[in-house]
Structure formats: structure tokens, C-alpha cells
């Protein structure tokens, strides 16, 4: 790992999964929050692949690889979701999502 | 060919036969529904295919039983599609439940294999990803019986929404394999795909009445929280991976001994521990768990409640016990405050309630905040009555939802308590039913509930929480006022003419059975809990 430091991999890592996560307590578009919440798992693969760097062992890209994957059955089961919940609401808004509040 | 045998690595079937025979039961009864009308045809090629092997396996292996159960197992699937071909959703429950029997039977196979003198011995398997023992074993059980009596509890209720389809046995078969890998798992990488497996078929479950908005958005509120706690779950992993250079559980918790707590130790332990508060529900991060409880199908309320607590919390004791142990001064008394508020606000909380999914939802969140006091213990005796308690509201919470499912199928809609006035004169049994399943979560003695809250708080008291159990008995206390408001207003107040002209809820064979199960577990293990206890004594035992 020459020329760029181990330190600021992690730091770019934990501002993007910062970023994520206050996207996702922030926005109240369903879409984009969804994209935050890829956006926090992506964060994590870069971490992970830091450290697998850094200790010299596959575990974390192993790790990776099954991060990427789980990824994209997320996105089919939630775009399912939010498409059938647009069907029935006409809006993807996480706000009008609130008729269980009774 | 020698060659060759060293190559591949040994896989310890036999330790991963549970998950494997439910899985496999899964994709059958998946392949049944998507074959149609051919399903005799599918189902006689699959038949074709695994007695062949099983002979293959008999001839050149020297095996005789393993085979034999599955050329069984295949001629069974055959006979059933056959007898069953015009009725799909009869053989897929039917093959869904023998299959959780099934995997029963190996657990207890596995248990009897593994234990000795009493206590399971912990090993793991396949490269250290597995683990196999009492924990893992205790918890599959709990996963499996409330699969199965999940079944014939929600036959009526999904046939009556018009929300009977295909997809809903393989899911719940699939959810049920996740939450048994996440009891099962000694690695963080499993730890992360069982979640993510429980949670994918939980997801889809929850939304099943695809025209019903509730249902919708419960399942989209469980999504978006559910995949937003296993994100901060996973940079947990991460920085503990970082941290430590393993994912593996045991080994990363020698390398903490070593490492002792830095900022980074602290990090990755608050991320995981924000990541299972959120699966188990712990106050505050408890937000989506009324709302999905109230709006999902209540048959998969059930399972929900019971599998997903019991897995979530085997893992919880699993990855703090076992690999943060040394940093115990650090996260005990977290947990403690988020146990406290937990307690407090769950029974709080419940008590304004008015819809009684809404409620039990609420009280769920108590529930687990009992639970954790096992978790807090960090003994033996701890891990044991947390067992045993999440088995018993395992039953219970299956029990509840399922009389619950039959006394809204009458109605049509969702139950508020109002709806109960006057449950008594027209539909005795679910009445009796549901009283003794609130009576069991208030914690009345004599009932199950009462024996599970009593084996963790004196688990509590042997590791000096008392203040933890006093809070916990407050908080009883507060709970068992709702409780029992609902049993008053089912038997005493008086029931509204619009609902007295409604017909009386229908009970089939299957619900019968599912509710004689649940209510004899729970009478039986109030009144004689020694030889499950013991069991639950013996299951603590962990991999290290």
C-alpha cells in the first residue's frame, strides 16, 4: 500500500457511511434513502477490503463479495416493495406511509 | 482420484443436515408450485433422482440409514404429490410441515451425538463458520416448532384474504433456514448472510396481502429499517474484521484480549450492538417493530415475533459473550440501560394501545428487554433461562397471534380491544385460548410465562442485577394491567349488537391442533418445567 495511507482509506469508508446514514435519517423520498442505505453497504466493502489489505488475509473480501450480492437481492425485494407501494399510494414519499401510526 | 478426495475439503454434512433437509424441503415445495399441473411429473423426477443416489450411496459407500431416510423422505414427497395433486396448497403445507419435523428429528440426533454427560459440547465446523452446539441446537428447535405451528394457525387466515399463494411455505421455510444459520453461526460473515436470508423472506412475508396498504407498509417500514440496521450491523463486522484480522467469532475474541478496548474495539462493539438492538428490538431502536407487527398477516406476526427474537438473541449472546467478553466492563452497562428502558417503555408504551396486534407488538419489545437480563448475566445460568424464556415466547407469541388471526378472520379487519367485548358468549374456546396466552405473558403463575421470567431473573440475581430485576418486576406488573384489560373486556363487559350478529369464528382441525400444541406447552411448562429447563441448563454452552 504505497503512496496512499492505510488511514485515509478508513476515513473516506466512514464519511461515506456518515453520509448514508444521515441520508437516510434526513430524506424522506423512499428511493433515495434506499440509495443511501447502498450507499452505507458500499462504504463498508471499502473498509473491508482495507483491512483484508492490511492483514494480509482474503476474509474480509470474501466478506465483500457476499456484501455485493446480499446488495442485489436487497434491491429486488425493495424495488418490488416501493413499486407495489407506489401502485397502491401513487406517491413515494416516506412521510404519507402513515396509516399504521393510528 | 485420491487426488481429487484431497482436494475437495471435508464437509461435515451431518452438522448441516438441518439447515440442509429444510432447505431442500423448500425448494421442493417451490418447484411443486412452479411445475402446475405437472407436479406429479416434477415431483416422480426428483423421487427418480435421490433414490438413485441414495442406492448409489448404499452400494459403493456401505451406508445403509443416511440413504435409506432419503430414498424415504423422496417416496414419501411422491405419495403425497400423488394423493394431494389436485389441492396444491394442502400438499405444500403438508410437505412444509414434515419437513420442520424432519429437521426437528435431526436437531435431536445432532443433540444426542454432540452431548455428553449432560452438557452439549460446543465444536464448530466447516473451517470454524459453523457452530455446533447447545445454543445453536436449543434455538433451532424453537426456530422449527414455531415454523410448524405457524402453519396450520395461518391455513384459515391466508384463505380468507384471497392471500394463499405459492411463494408463502418456501418463504417461510427459507426465513426459518436463516434464522437457524444466525444461531448457528460462529463467523461474523455468516452472521451477516443468516440476517440477511431471515430478513429477505420476513420482508416479502410481511407484505404478502399485496392490495392491503397496511400490510404494504409494514412490509416497507421493515424493509427500509431492516436493511438500514444490518448496514450499521456490517461496518461493525467491519471494524471488528479491522481490529482483530479475523471474522471469525472465537478467534477475534482472543485477539481482543490481547488488543484490549481502543477507540476502534469501541466503535465496531457500539455499531454491532446498535445492529442487534435493532433485530431484537431493544428500546429505542424498537421504532418499526408495532408498526410491522400491526400491519403484516398476523400468522407471520407470530413466527416473526418468536423466530426472529429467538436467532437475533442467540446471536447477540454468541458475538458479545463469546468474542467480547474481555471488553465486558464496556458494554454491560449499555445493554443494562437499553434492558431498563426497554422494560419500562415496552409495558408503557402498550398500555395506551387500543389495536391488540399494535399492543402485543409493544409488549414484544417488554419481552425482549426480559430476555436481555439472560444476555446481562454473562453466566451460564444466564444463557439457560434466556433460552428457556425465548422458547416459551416462542410458544406463547405464536399461540396469541394465531387466536388473534382466527378472531379477525371472523371480523375481516384488524382487532381492537373493543372488538373483544363479549369474545365469551359466542366463541368460548379462542376466548379460554387467548386468556391463557395473556395470562402467560403477564407472567401469572402457574403458567409458562411465569416459570421463563423466574428462571432469568434468578439467573439476574445469581449475577447481582438486582436492581435490573426489580426493574424488570415493575415492569411485569405495569404489563400485566393490559394484560388483563383485554381478558376483562373478552369475558366480563358485554358484547355490541353488530358484532353479537356476526358468525362465530370457524375452527378447522389444523387450527385446533396448532392452539391444543401451543396451550399444552404452556400449561405444561408452568406447572412441570424441571425436564425443559434442565434441557435449557445443559444447551449453554457456547463456542470459544
Redesign the interface.
Known sequence: MSGVPIGWY?ALSAVL?TT??VG?LVRRS?VV??MC?EL??N??NL??I??SR??G?L??Q??SF??IV?AA??VT??LA??V??FR??GSTD?DH?D???? | MILLAQAIPQIPWAALSPELALFGVGILVLLLETAGDRRVAASAAVAGLLSGGGLLAIVQLDQVILPALVILAALTQLALTYVWQRRPRVLSALLSALGLLATMGLVAWQWVVVSDGGLVQPQSVLADMVAVDGVALFTRVIVCSAALITIPLGWMYLEDRRVHRAEYYPLLLFSAVGMNLLASSADLIMVFIAVEVLSLGLYVMSGFATRDLTSQESAFKYFLLGAFSSAILLYGIALTYGVTGSTNIAEAGRALTLAGGSALTLAAMGLLLVGFAFKTALVPFHMWTPDVYQGAPTPVTGFMAAGTKAAAFAAFIRVFVGAFAPLEWSWVPVIWTLAVITMLGGAILAVVQTDVKRMLGYSAIAHAGYAAIGLLSVNAAGVGGMLFYLLVYAMMSVGAFGVLSLIERRQQRAVQIADLRGLWRRNPVPTIMLGLFLFSLAGIPGTAGFMAKLAVFRAGLQADQVALVIVAVISSVIAAFFYLRVTVAMIIEDEPDDLAREAPAVLTIGAQAGLALTAAAVVVLGVIPGAVVELSASAASLVR
Open positions: 478508513i457511511f448514508g446514514l437516510v423512499v434513502m434506499f442505505i452505507m453497504l462504504s463498508v473498509a473491508l482495507t483491512f492490511l492483514h488475509n476474509d474480509g470474501v466478506l457476499f456484501v446480499v437481492a436487497e425485494v425493495g416493495l416501493i407495489n407501494m397502491l399510494m416516506a406511509a396509516r399504521l401510526r393510528s
